[in-house]
Every structure is written in C-alpha cells, then in structure tokens.
C-alpha cells in the first residue's frame, strides 16, 4: 500500500515518529478494530484509533453506535465505520476483525465476546473503570495466557460509575494506545499482563493474567 498525498499529510505528525514511520502507517491503515461494549471509555478509544488511521473500525456498543459512527466519519472521513448488533453471533461479530477493543462488559456480554476472540483466534485489548481505579489489560488467548473469562475482574460489570469521566478518559486513551501498539508491533505490550490504575493514590501497578485452569473457554485441549 502507497500512502496517498492526502494520508500523508493528514498522520504526518505519527508519520515522523522514528519507530512507525510510513510503514507502521500503512499497517494501522490496513487494521480491522472492533470496538465493543459501553461505557464512556468506548467512544474515546474508537476516536483515537479513527484519528490515528485505522483503516477499519467495527462498531458493536449498543445505543449511541450510530452518532459514534457519525462522529468518526466527520473525524476521519478515510474510516470505514461498520456497525453491529453486540447481539450477533459471537464468531460473526469477531472474525473479519484483527483486533478486538472490549470496554466496561457486562458479565453476558464479556462471556460473548469472549467466546468469538478464543474461537476465532483474535487479540483482545480489555478495559474499564469501576469507581476510582481504571483497568486495562492486553490478552491473547489463541497464544495462551487466559482469556477474558481467566481475568479476575474486581466488580467489572456492576455499573460502578468512574470517579471522574477523566479517568475513563484515561482509560480509552490507553487502549487506543495499546491497539496501536498491537497494530505497528511497536513498543512492549501489555500482553497478559492488567494495568490498573488508582486515580486517588495515582499509582499505576501491573499484575500477570494467567490462564485460570477451571477455564472452559480458552483451555488447552
Ligand atoms: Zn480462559
């Protein structure tokens, strides 16, 4: 893929950057991201990633999804936007993406998706806020390390709204910046591995995600 006058111009602060330069560019232009789930921390990763470049972005967030979509288009008019009812199929909502952003999920619709990353072998990037801590975790479980039925949530799910809408901010940012990171191969992921943010302390810890051996979704068989 050539870089068109106009994508040049338009991700040539990214561009510059030493480590992604015009072929990191041509790969986040390539990727196919879906975002699902709720929350506040949904709309801010899926307009990072649009502003970023990503040449994809399905969108599986329930009420609201069409003005999100809107506001990519009206973003980067250079995104192709795909909506979806989180109610698919798991295996159809999941396959034909590269990566899969999840936000704040419920219990039913994390066991969902879950259930479409294993099957069909995708990344997922993982996030939330409960309260005041944020969460961000990287998992692969095609390539082991659990999934997201192995994480052990604090009370992901029960709706606990963030402290602030920043620190939701926070977390969206963060996992636009690790599907970036995912997309480009560039950095040190977060692969198996929960970020979790304390926004009253502001201290930032990282715990192993491991596969839980009572797994019945991502075990070894
Ligand atoms: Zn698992």
Not at 130 to 139: E, I, K, Q, R, T
Not at 180 to 190: E, F, H, S, Y
Request: glycine share 12%; hydrophobic share 45%; charged share 20%.
């Amino acid at each position: 893929m050539d870089l068109t006058d106009s994508q040049i111009e338009r991700y040539s602060r990214q561009i510059l950057l030493q480590e992604l330069g015009g072929e990191g560019q041509e790969r986040i232009l390539a990727a196919r991201v879906l975002v699902a789930g709720e929350g506040l921390a949904l709309p801010i990763a899926a307009r990072y990633l649009a502003a970023a470049g990503a040449g994809e972005i399905g969108l599986a967030s329930g009420a609201g999804g069409d003005v999100l979509a809107a506001d990519i288009h009206a973003l980067n008019p250079e995104i192709r936007v795909t909506l979806h009812s989180a109610e698919s199929p798991s295996q159809e909502l999941v396959s034909g993406y590269d990566l899969l952003v999840a936000v704040s999920l419920g219990s039913s619709l994390r066991d969902h998706l879950n259930r479409g990353a294993v099957a069909t072998g995708c990344p997922v990037i993982t996030g939330a806020c409960d309260g005041d801590h944020g969460f961000v975790a990287v998992l692969d479980p095609a390539r082991g390390g659990g999934c997201l039925a192995c994480v052990e949530w604090p009370s992901l799910g029960t709706a606990v709204k963030p402290l602030t809408p920043a620190l939701a901010g926070a977390v969206g940012t963060l996992l636009a910046t690790e599907a970036l990171k995912a997309i480009t191969g560039i950095g040190d992921p977060l692969t198996r591995r929960m970020l979790r943010i304390d926004a009253r302390s502001s201290a930032y810890t990282t715990a192993v995600v491991q596969h839980r051996p009572s797994c019945l979704i991502c075990r070894v068989t």
